[in-house]
Structure formats: C-alpha cells, structure tokens
T-cell receptor, first 116, second 113 residues
Framework: ETGVTQSPTHLIKTRGQQVTLRCSSQ?????VSWYQQALGQGPQFIFQ???????GRGNFPPRFSGLQFPNYSSELNVNALELDDSALYLC???????????????FGAGSRLTVL | DQQVKQNSPSLSVQEGRISILNCDYT??????FLWYKKYPAEGPTFLIS?????DKNEDGRFTVFLNKSAKHLSLHIVPSQPGDSAVYFC????????????FGTGTRLTVIP
C-alpha cells in the first residue's frame, strides 16, 4: 500500500509569484485535504476535495485554489504569493468524502514553501 | 482564534516513566478527538482517537482520556520509550461535519534514555 506522496519537497518563490503543489493520495482513498503549517503552529485546514469538487474550506482567501483529478490526486495552487504564505503544506488523504467526520487522515511529508 | 490549545511546548521524560500530554479545547461542538505524532521530515501519523461518547480509549501503551465538562483531553504514554520522542498534535473535529481537523500547536516530547 503506497502512502501519500507530495512534490516538490522544497521550493523557493518570490512575492507575487504563483505556485502549484502536487499530491498523490494513498491507494484506495478518494478524498484529499490540504493543510498549511506555519512555523511553530499546528496544521490549519485549507480545503478538502471529494469527487473532484471542493467539499469544505477553511479561512483562506480565494487565491488558494485546488483541483482533484479522476485518479484522486490533487493540486494546490496559490496565486500572488505573500511572505506569510511561507509554510509547510501538508496533503492528507482519507476515504468517504469527509461527511462522516471520523475518518482518520493519512498525511504526506509536506512541501516546504519559502516566499522571499 | 485557537480552538484547540496545547499549552506545553515541550516535555522531557525518563525512559520507562509515564508521559502525559495535555490538550484543551473551546468549541463545545467538537465530538471527535485525535492525537497525531510527527517525526522530523515526515508527515503527522495517526496515533489514537476518542469520540465524545467515551471518556477513555486505550491502545497498547497509549491511552487518551477525555473530560468533556472541562473541555480537556490528555494522552498518557506508559512506559515511555526513546522512539516516542516526537512532536504530538492534538486535533478535534465535528462528526458529520466536513471532516476538517482543528489542530493544537503541538508538544515536543523527549524521552531520555
């Protein structure tokens, strides 16, 4: 059973640029969630995708957007990067579309974004 | 507004002794709680969970206690082992909701051999 894989592992961007982060979900999982973990903080929910549609969103502006593909992999796109976007971005997969509320999330190792 | 709080950034414990990690929450709608463990350069991994209909859940060396009236939960690890050294995150969610987890800021546990 393959786990959650994310790419790239590290990247550096400048303010105002755009970034795309990628995630392959664990085999058998159909739901993908994205979290932002700033330094010294816990992960914060960005949004979740189920059946290729956004299925819940945290307190993040519209310049954070995502996609889910038919194979359940996902992308996180961030436009107009700001310095405060520097963080570890974690992708997590699960099964069931999220509405059960009790699904255990399986996390990837994350993509560390630095915005200069 | 931090709805899940872990007020101890770090904890050091001797090998073989008990480790107790604490977590408080403010949102009374939370009814499912989880603990995740995170090693450096790895994603958080699920450790143990508890629903609000229980006050205790045990899995081997790990036990989670929930006190709903105090909005407090704790994770007990006994006996502690050096391999338990990691950052532990408490998380909460609303069952039947969107399955998004609200995380605390984490407690770094160091088990001293």
């Amino acid at each position: 059973e393959t786990g959650v894989t994310q790419s790239p592992t590290h990247l550096i961007k400048t303010r105002g640029q755009q970034v795309t982060l990628r995630c392959s979900s664990q085999s058998g999982h159909n739901t993908v969630s994205w979290y932002q973990q700033a330094l010294g903080q816990g992960p914060q929910f960005i949004f979740q995708y189920y059946r290729e549609e956004e299925n819940g969103r945290g307190n993040f502006p519209p310049r954070f957007s995502g996609l889910q593909f038919p194979n359940y992999s996902s992308e996180l796109n961030v436009n107009a990067l700001e310095l405060d976007d520097s963080a570890l971005y974690l992708c997590a997969s699960s099964l069931g579309g999220g509405r059960s509320g009790a699904n255990v999330l399986t996390f990837g190792a994350g993509s560390r974004l630095t915005v200069l | 507004d931090q709805q899940v709080k872990q007020n101890s950034p770090s904890l050091s414990v001797q090998e073989g002794r008990i480790s107790i990690l604490n977590c408080d929450y403010t949102n009374s709608m939370f009814d499912y709680f989880l603990w995740y463990k995170k090693y450096p350069a790895e994603g958080p991994t699920f450790l143990i969970s508890i629903s609000s209909i229980k006050d205790k859940n045990e899995d081997g060396r790990f036990t989670v206690f929930l006190n709903k009236s105090a909005k407090h939960l704790s994770l007990h690890i006994v006996p502690s082992q050096p391999g338990d050294s990691a950052v532990y995150f408490c998380a909460a969610s609303v069952m039947g909701g969107a399955n998004n987890l609200f995380f605390g800021t984490g407690t770094r546990l160091t088990v001293i051999p």
